[in-house]
């Protein structure tokens, strides 16, 4: 061993040690300062009077058991602080301490109790007219069924809590329901509209820097910033560095832990395996798998991707299996887990392994999109029931204060209550007719819904199909080619039987080409990497001569989910005219605006009369899938005169 190596191994340890005291020394001190802050205000206690100070005592160490995770105990303490503030009467105490204890019922998994918890509070702030805790708990209703996937109702309750927030003139509301509103967005990876959101939240944030949901604010926009396209990493990095220093300042030890995993996952897509593996270890000695044990699997699955960096398998099948078989949180860590043992297991040469994990994977995922399926459904449901429900009350009640006035009129008045009576009944019709109207909207948005999620899972499933023949299949029958090659180069044939080999190959390379051809029309991959012009543009291309595509105004991005529904449209347009219209010409226009987009297929063909022909599934098709986002199709077609398709669909910024 030369001296350079040596060099390099040394000074390899000496970094190693160095990690490891200072992550030693800033756990220490940390800890050191959280118990001598929790003694000495455990300290108080015995002397403490049955008054508002104590609620307030009680509330502040609650809040420090849970900075330094303790939550069981910390909710023992927002408990007594409830107690106490109904003994007093003390309605802040009640509001303050019964938020700290939903908090914590959603931090382990028990959403439900808190928003059962919100709804209470809820009630008793606007019996009061406390517009100021009407928002607080609206905001905390948003947040808790944020956590069940219901993202309308979620956003719905945001958008009211923004409204009491200004009626009372409070910018720290405001601050938190913008972050809210980020994080959905970036739940639904709108990241652009999310970093938007994010930004407004810190420009109300002002010169306050000694505030956790300050460096919260820094840590969620971070998030953003690393999943833009192309990625801001940069920018992230710094957000999280003033993350850390709001952390420093208010001894919240979980924000210091979250940061250090967004820092160690940068690293990690940098592979910068040292920075990454230090990131992790600081911050898997905060969190553990009882409380906090979604962040714990992440760290883990994080170690477990350094550790097959640097060839240390074992680890790293530790770590991964691990995580499966603790986590109970979100199925998005289990899938992350799944799918890296099923990379772990072909580096390891293990392809049933490989195989296993993948299938497992890919079901986890199906579930996924069955559950966002069903959230959407059920939230609908859920929405639709209780409007029917309040129409059919307030009708009621029309018609009871109807009976009530009839028997109160006196004789003297029956004419003229006669007169009322029918003016009243033709109103009480009118009304009748409006909400029947309102409930035929309701059906018509549930159905839309349920037709989006299925279009969802439609899409999700092409990509996923398109994927596994491309990667699977094709590399399965390129690896063959490669061997037949190689067998027809060492061994010695003589003339017939390498006429059969050629024979089986050039078979090989039709089915390689068919293989390509199927995953491209199901998903075509320039789609995702190079949008939706390109896309088009190639699959006019592909199909004829006789077609011509153009493109008019901006050529940036937009929803995915938009793009590909606009091209499935064009594809499925296209196909029909090639196989039905026999024309000479076809014209394929894209026009994009500012706030909407528009796409014309005209062909020159034999056309159809659109009042005696009955539309086939692909019209039909394209019908669903434009009226599922709120879109205008118009079709002009004579016979003997060609076709025209129009279709116009709004962009949401």
């Known amino acids: 061993m030369n001296c350079l190596t040596m060099r390099k191994i040394t000074n390899q340890k000496n970094k190693t040690i160095s990690m490891c005291l200072s992550l030693f020394l800033i756990f220490c001190s940390g800890t050191v300062a959280q118990d001598r802050q929790l003694d000495s205000l455990l300290q108080l206690l015995p002397a403490a009077k049955a008054d508002t100070n104590a609620v307030q005592l009680y509330m502040e160490i609650g809040q420090r058991y849970r900075y330094v995770g303790d939550l069981k105990v910390a909710s023992e303490y927002h408990l007594k602080a409830v107690g106490l503030s109904n003994k007093l009467n003390y309605t ?51 947040v808790g069924y944020a956590y069940k996937g219901y993202n309308e109702t979620a956003m719905a309750y945001f958008m009211e809590a923004l409204a009491y927030y200004d009626k009372a003139g409070n910018q720290q509301g405001l601050r938190d329901v913008y972050i809210k509103i980020h994080n959905l967005y970036v739940k639904m990876n709108r990241y652009e509209d999310a970093v938007a959101y994010g930004e407004k ?28 396209s192309p990625p801001q990493y940069e920018k992230a990095l710094d957000y999280l560095q003033k993350a850390l220093h709001i952390a420093e300042l208010t001894g919240n030890n979980e924000l210091e832990a979250r940061a250090f995993i967004q ?14 593996e230090y990131y992790y270890q600081k911050a898997i000695t905060f969190f553990n798998e009882d409380n906090y044990l979604e962040f714990f699997c992440i760290a883990n699955t994080g170690l477990a991707k350094v550790a097959m960096f640097r060839n240390d398998f074992k680890q790293a099948e530790a770590r991964a299996l691990k995580v499966l078989e603790l986590n109970r949180t979100r199925l998005e860590v289990t899938i992350d887990a799944l799918s890296f043992m099923s990379i772990l297991s072909a580096a390891k040469h293990d392809y049933i392994g490989h195989n296993y994990y993948k299938v497992a994977s890919d079901s986890i995922q199906q579930l996924v999109v069955n559950e966002t399926m069903r959230n959407a459904i059920e939230e609908m449901n859920i929405k639709y029931e209780t409007e029917k429900k309040e129409m059919r009350i307030s009708s009621l009640e029309e018609e009871k ?54 279009f969802d899972g439609e899409v999700q499933e092409r990509t996923r199909l398109a994927r596994d ?124 605006d500012t706030d909407q987009i528009a796409f ?54």
């Open 263 to 276: 820092i160690a996952l940068i690293h990690l897509k940098n592979n910068h395996i040292d920075e990454s």
């Open 201 to 228: 939240a810190l420009e109300l944030c002002g010169d306050t820097v000694n505030d956790s949901n300050y460096g919260f604010s820094f840590l969620h926009l971070s998030t953003s910033y690393s999943n833009l």
């Open 401 to 454: 204060r109807l009976m009530t006035w009839l028997s109160v009129a006196g004789g003297g008045l029956l004419v003229l209550g006669l007169i009322a009576m029918f003016f009243h009944w033709r109103w009480t019709i009118q009304k009748r007719r409006l909400a029947e109207s309102q409930i035929k909207q309701l059906e018509q948005e549930k159905q839309l819904v349920a037709t989006q999620a299925v």
């Open 600 to 653: 014309t297929v005209q062909d020159d063909g034999c056309g159809f009369d659109t009042a005696a022909e009955t539309e086939g599934m692909g019209l039909q098709s394209i019908r669903a899938r434009v009226a599922s986002l709120g879109g205008e199709i118009q079709i002009d077609s004579k016979a003997g005169e060609g076709t025209e398709v129009n279709v116009e669909l709004r962009i949401k910024n």
């Open 92 to 142: 802040q105490g009640v509001y303050k301490a019964s938020d700290y204890y939903s908090y914590i019922l959603r931090q382990q998994g028990s959403n439900d109790s808190a928003i059962a918890i919100n709804r209470q509070l809820l009630e008793l702030a606007l019996q009061q007219g406390d517009h100021y805790q009407v928002a607080c708990e609206k905001f905390d209703l948003g």
């Open 469 to 592: 023949l491309h990667d699977g299949l094709g590399g399965k029958l390129t690896c063959m080619k490669i061997n037949l090659q190689e067998m027809k180069q060492v061994s010695g044939y003589d003339n017939d039987k390498e006429d059969q080999l050629n024979a089986i190959m050039e078979i090989l390379d039709d089915t390689v080409r068919e293989m390509r051809r199927v995953s491209h029309n199901l998903m075509p991959e320039t789609l995702s990497s190079s949008g939706l012009k390109t896309a088009v543009d190639d699959f006019c291309r592909s199909m004829s001569s006789k077609i011509v595509f153009s493109w008019y105004g901006d050529e940036s991005r937009f929803d995915m989910k938009l793009e590909t529904l606009i091209y499935r449209c064009i594809h499925e347009l296209v196909n029909n005219t090639l196989k039905y219209a026999d024309a000479s010409q076809i014209m394929v226009q894209i026009i994009r």
